[in-house]
């Protein structure tokens, strides 16, 4: 069974859909619905009193009950549900799965956890969670820098089905090993964010600054300048997405962009060069540029990430753009090099739409805001409108599908309150007949869904809505 057959297979159910015009008309989840819903208090794996407060502010801001009981169910998931806490060589050691798959994707647990940031500085018990994830992603990055996926132990070989047999130097201690440039932009992200709320350097250790150097190197590897580097994939599927052809891809003129294997919805590209992959990787070069000295890592390593970062960004202005409908030009999803692109947007971070929120660009970016009107059309072959939700969806999972991840992308890159609402009537609609918020959603049925244990996409309804709660709090 391949990982998308196993997601679907996961996620079917025949629980009814909800269909409820207006935000303020929803009513209160029944009983039966959201009772026992969250875990109780003595099965969860990580217990946080800073989270536990901000939820009781949240229930008495929130004047919607539905979406009040969604945030209580979604915002504590990944503490609840999907946090190993443990130590190595005397350290924090923190191992997040993504939820009903039992590995560690670099994407997923730093993405998980980011909502929490806020609250280190109050909770020693959460900011040590936070030391042993960058400690943890690290030796990961170690491991194998091309791995998207790892085992939580070490040694171990992998135990997903779908990885057993694939044509790739697959090591001890990788789960998954798909190369994707936003697997080691995360752990930048969640590093330099993590410094930033709280000035605290203790998790950069020389293994950190061993991973951060890896980081760098395997971007300019991954040019690919002079040869196609040490990385090949292959893998007997059903499904083209889930190998590359030769091992390498398609055909590039080498230009300065960093190819990549896989998109982070960890289908294959169909051009290597993924534009919103290679603007992630421009915001974590300077990132670590800025993070180089109070880490140790020294202003020569700063020097080297940001003339990186300069040439990626000089490359992806040079070559990432299409004509835009109406005129203008829009970012590409994909292209070669050679004069061919791709247009599309895909519902997994990073995406087109994700930019502002990534720090590529401002919310209020001409370009930004012509790909957006485009990725948000019948432009993108992945944007559909239903009974039920309107959104982007995904290669990745069945036509007419919606992922709420999209959807609070949405929210959380517009100051529009009209579409940040539809937007989370869309999810509400969505997610209501279960209390929790998954992977993907048909458009007509909200009983038709894949994944009822998807941490990603819970913690961030969770951060979507606090956001919303400094920003917009009418609309709650």
């Known amino acids: 069974m391949q990982r998308r057959q196993f997601l679907t297979t996961l996620g079917a159910t025949t629980l009814g859909a909800l269909a409820t015009p207006a935000l303020a008309e929803i009513p209160p989840m029944s009983p039966q619905v959201a009772s026992g819903v969250r875990l109780p208090p003595q099965q969860r794996g990580f217990r946080s009193a800073a989270v536990e407060a901000t939820i009781a502010k949240a229930r008495r801001a929130i004047r919607n009950p539905a979406l009040a009981r969604l945030f209580e169910n979604t915002y ?27 590995a560690l994707w670099l994407r997923d647990s730093s993405a998980q956890v980011t909502p929490y940031l806020p609250l280190v500085t109050d909770d020693k018990a959460l900011q ?9 992603q690290a030796r990961c990055i170690l491991i194998d820098p091309y791995a998207n996926a790892y085992m939580h132990d070490p040694k171990a070989r992998t135990d997903l089905s779908w990885s057993q047999t694939d ?41 950190w600054r061993a991973a951060m150097h890896t980081i760098v190197d395997t971007f300019r590897v ?68 800025e993070l180089a000295e109070p880490s140790g ?31 203008g030009d829009m970012w590409a999803y994909e292209v070669d090099g050679f004069g061919n692109g791709l247009f599309m947007d895909d519902a997994n971070v990073p995406s087109l739409l994700s930019l502002p929120y990534l720090g590529a660009c401002r919310i209020d970016d001409p370009l930004y805001l012509r790909t957006r009107r485009a990725v948000l059309s ?3 072959p992945y944007y559909f409108e239903g009974k039920v939700l309107s959104g982007v969806g995904s290669p990745h999972s069945e036509p007419d599908t919606v992922w709420p991840i999209a959807l609070m992308m949405q929210i959380l890159t517009t100051q529009d309150k009209a579409e940040q609402r539809t937007c989370l009537e869309g999810i509400l609609r969505a997610s209501a007949p279960r209390g929790f918020v998954n992977e993907s959603v048909h458009k007509d049925d909200a009983s038709h869904f894949t994944r009822s244990w998807f941490a990603w ?8 809505v606090l956001t919303l709660m400094r920003s917009a709090p009418d609309l709650l």
């Open 167 to 207: 044509f790739t130097d697959m090591k001890p201690g990788v789960a998954e090993r798909k190369w994707e440039i936003d697997s080691l932009c995360y752990p930048v992200r969640l590093s330099y964010l993590y410094w930033r709320q709280t000035g605290d350097v203790s998790a950069f250790d020389d293994t």
């Open 378 to 380: 019948r432009r993108n």
């Open 457 to 464: 996409a819970n913690s961030l309804f969770g951060e979507t």
């Open 76 to 102: 504590p998931n990944t503490l609840d549900t999907t946090v190993e806490l443990g130590e190595v060589d005397g350290k924090p050691d923190t191992f997040v799965i993504t939820g009903d798959i039992k």
């Open 222 to 289: 991954q040019q690919r300048k002079e040869t196609n580097g040490p990385y090949r994939f292959q893998r007997t599927a059903s499904e083209p997405t889930e190998t590359l052809a030769r091992g390498y891809g398609a055909p590039t003129r080498k230009v300065g962009l960093i190819h990549s294997g896989f998109r982070p919805s960890d289908d294959a590209c169909l051009y290597p060069f993924l534009i919103p992959a290679n603007h992630f990787a421009v915001v974590s070069l300077r990132q670590l540029a």
């Open 128 to 136: 040590r969670l936070f030391v042993g994830l960058i400690h943890r």
């Open 297 to 327: 890592l020294g202003a020569a390593f700063a020097q080297s990430c940001l003339a990186l970062a300069q040439e990626v960004s000089d490359a992806l202005n040079a070559y990432g753009r299409l004509g835009a409908p109406g005129g």
